[in-house]
């Protein structure tokens, strides 16, 4: 039998950058990105942006119409920029994957023009898996508006959408051309926002780093009170982490873990039961409280690092049980509803059903197995918690 | 200004078998391909079998059964195999996409399972497509039936569906599993389709290894006549010569080259103009003898060398004129069709226009403009030679 072995790597390289004001006329961050490029400029480029980010900064779009004028030897503005609604509204319906697609044909986007895409961790994925999968790939800038897209999902390989109610069931890996962090765009940010991208860093940290977790617990009062450099510190170390996982291990998860996932079976299984009205962030808080409470229930964790963490996630400003997380124990078969979760989360990444939990701060283990009486036992305890804290804020 | 560096390679491997009979009993390689995976078995397969290649082949269902089932050790067969319509039909109506995806998601196919694709190279596009974004990339095992995809298509890392009436328009790189060629499935192609997968063989012997065109040359008649020792040689040569060509270069076409696509700007464009009657590889051979001939009006390749790669095609069955190569001629800007498709190769692939033409036989040369006026000069001889040709057939 005749053969023919293939074999090659492909090398993937790119910048994420923190600044401030990245359309001030004074800020050259944008235009010495597009000028990375190996051909020669003006570069073509379409911006897309958030709806949401557009209406809290009346002023963005003139402020791009500006920088691009200014800066008109180098940057091509093919169109207006394109106006998506923001949140997970615009991962469920494909109308919008089509609008974006409809627009890099209609404008002419090719594969060395830039899409660059403005807004939370929602819209990125969108943008970048239209970014990915038109003309097999265009270049892909990203300009991450919320704390947890500044901090873990902007800065990494990965896009989506969701189909067939299930989330991120389309997508691919792609890696950005580059990422631009602008800590104004935080400033905007309502309560619930700028807080729950915090609990991917608490994630981080709880897995890989105790004292990234201890300068968290340390700052937790600053950063539920919206200290700017807190978060900034914090938004760095978490991406570094996330960059250096990404990176060091298997950046297009072709083996079988994924080891950064600690806290979400439960926590996409939870974004889904409230039809998405829990943020991402705060769904992963949830479930980090429930696979920390586990860990103590099977004695991998002590009582006191896993009271620690809860105690830290509370200070941050996180509601550790929301009714949903509680769905189905009063149904015919009493089985919670997140357990769901567990089959999808193993079906999304393949193979055998691995889960991180944590044997200490700062070090995540795997499992291939989990008790579903312990989890139900973890449940009532965060219920509990729960109900006791309302009781204290009422006296 | 912070930043942080991103940095990494990411290894993709696969080998391409060939063989005779792979769903006989006694044929291990679809197991022993499976078994390369790092997790024991038994492995979740799922088949999608060409519409085309279920009614040519009507025990084919059948066979896959009774393998799946003599070495269900190995194979999880997921449910009954997908039918899904052959030919550019189903990567122009998503219709066929979504059935794909639902499949995937109705029968639990997860990362870790396979995606068992048999058919032409359109269905194998589709599906390369449908398993690239369903959970960010299931396996992908490529079964090519045709001339075509055994030696060009279905041997790469690309996918892709047709969309706004432009060929290829969505897509990604993914490497696939592994490409299983059976030269059985060739025996019922129509002579049509035996035929057109040789044009991308002249290509690429034509831009890169003037003995490998030599052999053609020899064997042309042999070719004509569907010798299946000669076609089969063809076939391994001009896989194993694109296979060196994406491994050694620019797999996933981040730069600007893409030398493989001689002849193909006018060649996409005719499909398109035909509504895909014309097959890809007849175009491509229509295609290959207009660059040749504008080759030789720019004065880079010799008289002698053009009219020699005319006849060879001739010899090998191909029309190198259809209706629609003059199209636009007597409009009212009198001007090329197929011209329009030069923008859209451009846009497709990026960056400034890059046209691979002849400097003599086994040479490609890119040349980044093309003389329009010469182009339609060209296209004229070429009407001329087939109405001469047609004529010598009448006496």
């Known amino acids: 039998m005749r053969s023919i072995h293939q074999d090659f790597k492909v090398h993937f390289t790119y910048n994420i950058h923190f600044t401030e004001g990245l359309f001030s006329l004074q800020n050259p961050l944008l235009v010495d990105t597009l000028k990375q490029s190996e051909s020669p400029g003006p570069y073509k480029v379409l911006f897309v942006v958030d709806s949401g980010v557009a209406d809290t900064h009346p002023q963005l779009l003139q402020d791009i119409a500006a920088y691009t004028t200014h800066y008109a030897d180098a940057i091509r503005s093919l169109a207006e920029p394109v106006i998506i609604t923001g949140g997970e509204e615009c991962k469920n319906n494909t109308a919008y994957l089509n609008k974006l697609l409809q627009a890099v044909n209609n404008y002419g986007v090719c594969r060395h023009s830039y899409l660059i895409a403005i807004g939370g961790g929602a819209l990125l994925d969108l943008a970048g898996f239209a970014a990915a999968i038109a003309h097999r790939g265009i270049r892909h800038i990203r300009i991450p508006t919320t704390v947890l897209s500044q901090n873990d999902s902007g800065v990494g390989v990965k896009n989506s959408i969701n189909s067939f109610d299930k989330k991120n069931f389309l997508g691919t890996f792609a890696p950005?051309?580059?990422?631009?962090n602008d800590s104004h765009f935080l400033l905007t940010l309502d309560d619930r926002d700028?807080?729950?991208?915090i609990s991917e860093a608490v994630k981080?940290?709880?897995?890989?780093?105790?004292?990234f977790y201890q300068e968290i617990k340390n700052n937790a009062g600053r950063l539920a009170k919206r200290d700017m450099a807190a978060m900034q510190d914090l938004i760095f170390r978490c991406a570094e982490m996330h960059v250096e996982h990404i990176g060091g291990g298997d950046p297009f998860e072709m083996g079988s873990s994924r080891p950064l996932d600690f806290g979400h079976w439960a926590a996409h299984k939870l974004e889904q039961l409230t039809n998405y009205k829990v943020r991402h962030g705060e769904a992963v808080a949830i479930g980090i409280a429930l696979d920390v409470t586990y860990s103590k229930l099977i004695g991998m964790l002590s009582e006191q690092e896993c009271e620690d963490v809860l105690q830290v996630l509370t200070d941050l400003g996180f509601d550790l049980f929301i009714p949903e997380l509680a769905d189905g124990l009063n149904s015919a078969d009493n089985r919670l509803s997140i357990l769901k979760g567990l089959t999808e989360f193993r079906e999304h990444l393949g193979g055998q059903l691995t889960i991180m939990l944590l044997s200490k701060i700062g070090k995540g283990v795997e499992v291939h197995q989990i008790e579903e009486e312990?989890?139900?036992?973890?449940?009532q305890q965060l219920k509990q918690r729960q109900y006791a804290k309302s009781l204290s804020g009422i006296h």
């Open 374 to 379: 312990l989890v139900t036992h973890a449940v």
């Open 194 to 197: 700028w807080r729950a991208g």
């Open 176 to 180: 950005p051309f580059a990422v631009l």
């Open 204 to 211: 981080v940290a709880l897995i890989k780093d105790e004292a």
